[in-house]
């Protein structure tokens, strides 16, 4: 069984930090691409950043450009997701999937169930 769990997720001021964590297990971590996506209320979901299996590579939504940085330890099954400078339009369910392996991802294979981050003015 594929488990996607993120964790990191709260309530944070503007111009704060939060990093996201995804523990993997059920499938070949290594294998797969992985991703971020998030998505706010009556909003559709929206990409936020990939890395690929290597790590070598990573995209990113130009709204998140220097101040996200997706990292991956594929020796824990994990992606990380960190997030500086944080506004509150960044508030979101943010969701981890395993992905396919081009960059950017072409598809989603696995979702994750969400971790609520809310930004406060």
């Known amino acids: 069984q594929v488990q996607l769990v993120e964790s990191g997720g709260g309530l944070v001021q503007a111009g704060g930090s939060l990093r996201l964590s995804c523990a993997v297990s059920?499938?070949?971590?290594?294998?797969?691409?992985m991703g971020w996506f998030r998505q706010a209320p009556g909003k559709e979901r929206e990409f936020v950043a990939a890395i690929t299996w290597s790590g070598d590579m990573t995209k990113y939504v130009d709204s998140v450009k220097g101040r996200f940085t997706i990292s991956r330890d594929n020796a824990k099954n994990s992606v990380y997701l960190q997030m500086n400078r944080l506004q509150p339009e960044d508030t979101a369910v943010y969701y981890c999937?395993?992905?396919?392996?081009?960059?950017?991802?072409?598809?989603?294979?696995?979702w994750g169930q969400g971790t609520q981050v809310t930004v406060s003015s």
């Open positions: 059920g499938l070949t971590f290594s294998s797969y691409g």
């Open positions: 999937a395993a992905t396919s392996t081009t960059m950017p991802p072409a598809n989603v294979y696995y």
